[in-house]
């Protein structure tokens, strides 16, 4: 019969006990609560008992002298004096241990060991920092990793995991489902591209995955996505000289409170404002379509006249960023100084992806796989390295503050071993990603305005589409009215009304003739009025393309009555969208604005979209007003009243909308 040998922890006095095969010990001292590792080392002559908290260093216990001792068995977890799971006879108070690994090894060969040393020496050298921001005021934590290479060695970070979370599951789905009901937090990263939709980032960086650990899940193929993992998809393949850094993407985690899809998207609009603050920046802008001087010229000057904010020379106009000719740069910077001489920032558009360079410097895609947009330069390449090169140069001669940055980085991959940003596959994605973040960064330090059709707030975009397809302004002009206020009621769940943009076709866009476009505008001045009432009343911001704002004084009167009406009420028309009624052409539809620290608390605004006049009774929730008893309420014909809020923060509010009008409502305190 063999002899029983034993390593244990006694949380009851602080102490480990050694058991030589004949009696126990008491030796050492124990840190209460403390995950530790215990280790038995056999030699020639002895049995050597030591443990560690770190798992590099380790304090020796005791030597027991065992010079015949072969180990054939082992017992980890609770065992009385022979090694057996019988309760001691005098067991004391119940306590708690912590073993995270036991180790039992063998005669050590010496150049092993030394092996062992300089790889812990090594990795001591490296560091892994974990940061966590949390911030006053919103249920939201911030994470993200840090690699510091101190060694003397080249370090690569091939994959990593800033973040893993496991949540419990919010449905009971026993059997496979293909659409899971995931946890009730929102998750955004700074390490995203390929679109608006706001979910992108599960392609990029994040990802529900199965918690296999979690084996009381309902689930009987233990699949329930409840593991939230922050992980680059591909690479990134960095590698790291001595004294180098590297930084993982930041992640964010929203907890909800709530299922109700508005106080979700009020959570989501403060977090954008609160770590994206750029986003709130909301100029009135015009998409000029023609870049010549006198053109651009015109376009800045009925802007300044009644207060349009900016100018973008749009796509198709003639502007060419890429030019960097001495000729192009000093009459660019001379429409730049005449803009801002006129109070207006200046800018104009520049198509990335979605076009061919040559076959050296386009993405050079894997087997099976094609660009996003079908043709895409690598970002990588020599050409990429020298477009973004020439846009830092073009706005640094110039002074313009706009840009309009179609197909920005898709997040296509790139296997080319010719390009000179990137080795190969791996850390292609991450070094394309890596270059267009920078640029918008350092944008973003300069004061330059970014309008980029993708998901780039958290790299510093100021907006995106608010959502839209494009050839639906080919339509007829009604069908236009109401589907624009579609698109902005949904685009407002969970962007704020400074983070989209909205399209009017001053002229001809995507085809559709003249039943679809407004200019002449003296001609259609009932529906340019409309749709300035629907961007205006809704804070949102539109890209007004074409040559001119107003043709004669009366169309001008009317652009200048919504401006003037946008910024008579701009707080609370940024302030949060509350979300009345959605357009459907049979009804009334609504948007409430709301601002609650503001003198103005909100504004209703109502629309007609019928032929006759709606006269009606509605409810209206005051609950995000800040307003408990009574509220105060001024029209668009001057006239007031004060209407008492019922228990839910309703108000019965009479309307009475002329036919395809509106009326809106200021609400203040009585």
């Known amino acids: 019969?063999?002899?029983?040998?034993?390593?244990?922890?006694?949380?009851?006095?602080?102490?480990?006990?050694?058991?030589?095969?004949?009696?126990?010990?008491?030796?050492g001292t124990y840190n209460p609560g403390s995950a530790v590792i215990l280790k038995i080392e056999k030699t020639d002559q002895n049995l050597v008992y030591s443990y560690s908290y770190s798992g590099l260093e380790y304090d020796e216990l005791a030597k027991i002298a065992a010079p015949k001792a072969e180990i054939t068995k082992m017992r980890i977890g609770k065992t009385d004096a022979r090694g057996g799971f019988e309760d001691s006879p005098n067991a004391g108070e119940r306590t708690r241990?912590?073993?995270?690994?036991?180790?039992?090894?063998?005669?050590?060969?010496?150049?092993?060991?030394?092996?062992?040393?300089?790889?812990?020496?090594?990795?001591?050298?490296?560091?892994?920092?974990?940061?966590?921001?949390?911030?006053?005021?919103?249920?939201?934590?911030?994470?993200?990793?840090?690699?510091?290479?101190?060694?003397?060695?080249?370090?690569?970070?091939?994959?990593?995991?800033?973040?893993?979370?496991?949540?419990?599951?919010?449905?009971?789905?026993?059997?496979s489902k293909k659409e899971w009901v995931k946890p009730n937090v929102t998750v955004e990263t700074d390490y995203r591209f390929g679109g608006m939709s706001n979910d992108n980032l599960y392609s990029t960086s994040i990802s529900w995955n199965p918690d296999p650990l979690y084996k009381t899940q309902v689930n009987y193929a233990f699949q329930t996505p409840v593991l939230l993992e922050a992980y680059p998809k591909i690479g990134p393949q960095k590698i790291l000289k001595p004294g180098e850094s590297f930084g993982s993407f930041r992640t964010w985690e929203l907890f909800h409170d709530s299922w109700d899809r508005e106080r979700i998207g009020l959570a989501d609009r403060s977090m954008y404002r609160s770590q994206a603050p750029w986003i709130t920046e909301s100029p009135i802008m015009m998409h000029v379509r023609n870049a010549d001087n006198e053109s651009v010229k015109k376009a800045i000057d009925q802007s300044a006249e009644f207060g349009f904010e900016m100018v973008i020379m749009t796509f198709g106009s003639g502007f060419q960023i890429e030019n960097d000719s001495p000729e192009n740069l000093a009459?660019?910077?001379?429409?730049?100084?005449y803009a801002h001489s006129k109070g207006i920032a200046l800018g104009g558009y520049s198509l990335l992806a979605s076009r061919s360079i040559d076959k050296e410097n386009d993405v050079v895609m894997p087997g099976g796989l094609k660009p996003r947009f079908g043709n895409s330069p690598c970002l990588e390449s020599e050409w990429g390295i020298d477009y973004f090169n020439k846009l830092y140069n073009f706005y640094e001669q110039t002074g313009q503050d706009v840009l309009e940055h179609d197909g920005s980085y898709p997040g296509d991959v790139c296997a080319s071993h010719d390009h000179p940003g990137h080795v190969g596959l791996e850390d292609s994605q991450w070094n394309q990603y890596e270059r267009i973040k920078t640029f918008?960064?350092?944008?973003?330090?300069?004061?330059?305005?970014?309008?980029?059709?993708?998901?780039?707030?958290?790299?510093?975009?100021?907006?995106?589409?608010?959502?839209y397809r494009e050839t639906n302004w080919s339509l007829p002009r009604q069908q236009q009215e109401i589907i624009e206020r579609q698109n902005i009621y949904d685009g407002t769940w969970q962007k704020t009304p400074s983070m989209g943009w909205m399209f009017v076709p001053l002229v001809e866009y995507h085809g559709g003739g003249k039943e679809a476009t407004i200019e002449p505008l003296k001609d259609h001045l009932g529906h340019y009025e409309q749709r300035l009432a629907n961007l205006f009343g809704s804070g949102v911001q539109a890209c007004y393309r074409g040559p001119q704002l107003?043709?004669?004084?009366?169309?001008?009167?009317?652009?200048?009555?919504?401006?003037?009406?946008?910024?008579?009420?701009?707080?609370?028309?940024?302030?949060?969208?509350?979300?009345?009624?959605?357009?459907?052409?049979?009804?009334?539809?609504?948007?409430?604005?709301?601002n609650p620290q503001g003198n103005e608390k909100g504004l209703i605004m109502l629309y007609n979209p019928l032929d006759v006049p709606l006269v009606k009774e509605i409810r209206v929730s005051l609950y995000y007003t800040g307003l408990t008893d009574q509220a105060n309420l001024k029209d668009s014909n001057e006239k007031e009243v004060t209407l008492t809020l019922n228990r839910d923060y309703e108000i019965t509010l009479p309307v009475s909308i002329p036919a395809r009008g509106q009326q809106w409502w200021v609400i203040k305190n009585p």
């Open 1 to 27: 019969m063999g002899v029983t040998y034993k390593l244990n922890v006694r949380p009851a006095d602080n102490s480990f006990g050694i058991f030589d095969g004949k009696r126990e010990s008491h030796t």
């Open 97 to 175: 241990s912590k073993i995270i690994q036991a180790k039992i090894l063998g005669d050590p060969d010496p150049n092993k060991v030394a092996m062992v040393r300089d790889l812990v020496a090594y990795l001591t050298q490296v560091k892994v920092l974990v940061h966590y921001e949390m911030y006053d005021g919103i249920p939201l934590i911030s994470k993200w990793i840090e690699v510091k290479n101190d060694s003397k060695e080249l370090v690569t970070v091939n994959r990593f995991k800033s973040e893993i979370l496991a949540f419990a599951e919010e449905e009971s789905a026993v059997d």
């Open 331 to 337: 009459r660019m910077k001379e429409l730049a100084d």
């Open 440 to 467: 918008y960064e350092w944008s973003r330090s300069k004061g330059i305005f970014l309008n980029v059709p993708d998901h780039y707030f958290m790299a510093g975009s100021n907006k995106t589409g608010m959502g």
């Open 550 to 594: 107003y043709d004669t004084p009366e169309t001008k009167a009317v652009v200048e009555k919504w401006v003037d009406f946008y910024k008579a009420h701009r707080e609370v028309l940024n302030g949060d969208v509350i979300h009345v009624r959605r357009p459907d052409g049979r009804d009334f539809d609504g948007l409430l604005h709301v």
